[in-house]
C-alpha cells in the first residue's frame, strides 16, 4: 500500500476477516474507524476508533465518516448455522440493511465526504455447484438456490453505490481458512476426535482463501486501483474429501472410511 495516510471505514469489523485485516492496515501506519453494534466492542486509541450503528433500525453515528478516505465494507451474519427460517431471514437483512444504511449515510454527506473508494465483500454462493463447470467473473447465472438469490440481491444493493461516483470493488470471497473461525473452526473438534468424514460423496468442489490472502488482495485492490468484481479465491479449488483428508493431516488425525450423508447434515 502506498505510504500516504489513509483513514479507513470498516464495517464487520469484530468480525474474522475484519478484525485480521484491521490489524494489517493499523500495522502500516494507518488509522481505522469501525462500526459494532456493541458498545462494549468499542476501544478507542489514536489510530483506532469505534462507532454505534444498528442496520435493523437504520441508525448510525455519522462521525464515523470524519475524515475517512476508504470504505471496507464486511458486515453480514455468517451463513455457518442452521439454515432456519429466522436465520435466512437474518441472512438476507444483515446484508441489505448494513448495505443501505451506509449508502444513504455516504449520501448525506457526499458534499463533506472524503471517500474514494469502497471495497465490498460478497460471495461466490453466487455460482451454482457443479463438480464439472468452471466459473469467473464473467459467467451467467440465475437466482436458483437461496444463496444465489442472497448474493444477487446483495451485490445489486452494492453496485448502488457507483451513484455517488465512487470507485467500487466488490470480492466475491470463498471459504475463508483462518484459526480463529470460519470453515476451520466448525471442522476443527470432530477432527481432533477423528470423527472427521467427507460430507456426501465428498466429491463437490471448495473454492476456499486464507485470512492472510483475503486481507492482502482488499489492500491491494486499494493501493492499485482494482475496480470491478473478483472472485476472492486461491487458484486451485479442492474436492471436498481432499480437503478434509488435508486438514486431518496437518493435525495428525484420522478421516473416517466413511461418507456422511447430505441429509444428515
Not at 478484525?19 to 486509541?45: A, D, F, P
Request: hydrophobic share 35%.
Amino acid at each position: 500500500m502506498k505510504k500516504t495516510k489513509m483513514k479507513f471505514l470498516v464495517t464487520g469489523a469484530t468480525g474474522n476477516i475484519g478484525s485480521y485485516l484491521i490489524k494489517k492496515i493499523l500495522s502500516m501506519g494507518h488509522s481505522v474507524n469501525y462500526l459494532t453494534r456493541n458498545q462494549s466492542n468499542i476501544n478507542n486509541s489514536s489510530k483506532l476508533n469505534g462507532f454505534l450503528w444498528n442496520p435493523d433500525n437504520q441508525s448510525i453515528d455519522k462521525k464515523c465518516l470524519h475524515e475517512v478516505t476508504h470504505i471496507v465494507h464486511l458486515a453480514g451474519e455468517s451463513i455457518s448455522k442452521r439454515w432456519t427460517k429466522k436465520r435466512k431471514k437474518n441472512i438476507l437483512n444483515s446484508r441489505l440493511l448494513s448495505t443501505k444504511l451506509l449508502f444513504e449515510s455516504l449520501k448525506t454527506f457526499k458534499n463533506k465526504s472524503k471517500v474514494e473508494h469502497i471495497v465490498c465483500a460478497s460471495a461466490i454462493g453466487i455460482y451454482k455447484s457443479s463438480n464439472d463447470k468452471i466459473y469467473n467473473e464473467d459467467t451467467e447465472f440465475e437466482g436458483e438456490t437461496y444463496l444465489q438469490q442472497v448474493v444477487l440481491e446483495w451485490e445489486n444493493q452494492l453496485v448502488k453505490f457507483k451513484k455517488l461516483n465512487l470507485n467500487l470493488t466488490i470480492f466475491r470471497i470463498g471459504l475463508v481458512l483462518s484459526e480463529k473461525g470460519g470453515i476451520l473452526k466448525t471442522l476443527k473438534i470432530p477432527t481432533k476426535l477423528n470423527f472427521s468424514a467427507p460430507i456426501g460423496n465428498g466429491e463437490q468442489y471448495q473454492s476456499w482463501i486464507h485470512e492472510y490472502d483475503l486481507s492482502k488482495m482488499i489492500i491491494e485492490s486499494i493501493d492499485k486501483k482494482w475496480f470491478g468484481i473478483f472472485n476472492a479465491v486461491s487458484p486451485n479449488s479442492v474436492k471436498q474429501k481432499v480437503f478434509i483428508k488435508l486438514y486431518a493431516k496437518s493435525l495428525k488425525r484420522l478421516v473416517l472410511p466413511i461418507y456422511i450423508p447430505k441429509i444428515i447434515i
